[in-house]
């Protein structure tokens, strides 16, 4: 019964269709890791809040992080590309 059902999902992975959900759910994956280091990041800040850092550092960290997010996937599809 599980086998059956094992070769079902396999095979239909293995079509085009299959494909793009896989891309799909890696996406989310993907965003949903970097809205837990948001989540983290702010809860952090909100920490840090204690020690009155100003707003414009704040804004410019944000800033960093979402650089530093880009080039690590930006590297991570190089990589994947070269496989």
Request: hydrophobic fraction near 50%.
């Amino acid at each position: 019964m599980f086998k059956k059902l094992y070769y079902k999902i396999k095979n239909y992975l293995a079509t085009e269709q299959g494909q793009q959900i896989i891309k799909r759910v890696k996406s989310l994956l993907w965003r949903l890791g970097w809205m837990v280091a948001a989540v983290f990041v702010s809860w952090l800040v909100s920490l840090l809040a204690t020690w009155n850092i100003p707003a414009d550092l704040q804004i410019l960290l944000g800033l960093i992080l979402g650089e530093v997010s880009k080039f690590i996937r930006e590297n991570q599809l190089t990589i994947n590309a070269n496989k």
